[in-house]
């Protein structure tokens, strides 16, 4: 299958093809190691 987008900015293009394919979904943020960061930076400024 292919797909052919014309548009005068790739933004568009972008836009169009995402819209065409489907759009992920934001992940949770345990899933980006939000805790760890967080504790991080609170360990970091406490030094």
């Given at each position: 299958m292919n797909y052919y987008i014309f548009?005068?900015?790739v933004?568009?293009?972008?836009d169009?093809?995402?819209?065409?394919t489907g759009r992920m979904e934001l992940p949770?943020?345990?899933s980006?190691?939000?805790?760890n960061a967080a504790i991080?930076?609170?360990l970091t400024?406490?030094?």
């Open positions: 548009s005068s900015s933004a568009s293009i972008i169009r093809y995402t819209w065409l949770p943020l345990w980006l190691d939000f805790s991080a930076i609170i400024l406490k030094s």
